[in-house]
């Protein structure tokens, strides 16, 4: 199981990330090199190569810790 990030406010902007899904039934999609670009306590945005079928999947930090669930994409 992943690990969850307790976090007590936002994630600071160039906070590396990963995500890990299916997409669309596909074999698991890891994309790592993404970061933070801005964030809240409650939401963020991230530059993560995500598509049609990720939302669900997670976000992960350097140390693999789970941060986020992505919910949906920018057009």
């Given at each position: ?40 306590s ?26 986020a ?6 057009d």
């Amino acid at each position: 199981p992943a690990t969850v990030r307790a976090l007590s406010g936002a994630l600071p902007v160039g906070t590396p990330l990963t995500l890990i899904g299916h997409p669309n039934g596909i074999p698991m999609k890891i994309a790592s090199g993404g970061e933070v670009l801005s964030s809240t306590s409650e939401t963020l945005r991230a530059s993560l190569d995500a598509f049609s079928g990720n939302s669900g999947s997670g976000v992960f930090d350097d140390d693999a810790a789970l941060v986020a669930i992505l919910d949906s994409g920018a057009d």
